[in-house]
């Protein structure tokens, strides 16, 4: 069993920058595809950034280059967000899908909601 505890959400002036973490507990932690998803009111879930088991990377073209997605070996996965802009703002939340998934096609959004094992409460992000 994995639990998932996003933090590092706020509210920022468009250009500026925030990190979000994502702290996992249990042990199969490394093993897991994590992705950096968000929700902006009215709006359909959306993967943003991805990072494999081998470290492998993808990015939605709307983050690409401002958007860093990392993970340590202390259980966290990390969204480093910088040049901020408005339409950023979202409740972003961290998943967890299979050890054999890409990091393609999470951002792709090719794996259903349900095929993601776990999933954080979410942290809320503003732009103004």
């Known amino acids: 069993q994995v639990q998932l505890v996003e933090s590092g959400g706020g509210s920022v002036q468009s250009g500026g920058s925030l990190k979000l973490s994502c702290v996992a507990s249990?042990?199969?932690?490394?093993?897991?595809?994590m992705g950096w998803f968000r929700q902006a009111p009215g709006k359909e879930r959306e993967g943003v950034a991805a990072?494999?088991?081998?470290?492998?990377t993808s990015y939605s073209d709307s983050v690409q280059g401002r958007f860093t997605i990392s993970r340590d070996n202390t259980n966290t996965l990390y969204l480093q967000m910088n040049t901020l802009k408005p339409e950023d703002t979202a409740i972003y939340y961290c998943?967890?899908?299979?050890?054999?998934?890409?990091?393609?096609?999470?951002?792709?959004?090719?794996?259903?909601?349900?095929?993601?094992?776990?999933w954080g409460q979410g942290t809320q992000v503003t732009v103004s």
């Open positions: 998943a967890a899908i299979g050890p054999g998934a890409s990091a393609g096609k999470v951002v792709a959004g090719s794996y259903t909601r349900y095929e993601y094992r776990y």
């Open positions: 249990g042990s199969r932690y490394h093993t897991y595809c």
């Open positions: 990072i494999d088991a081998d470290g492998a």
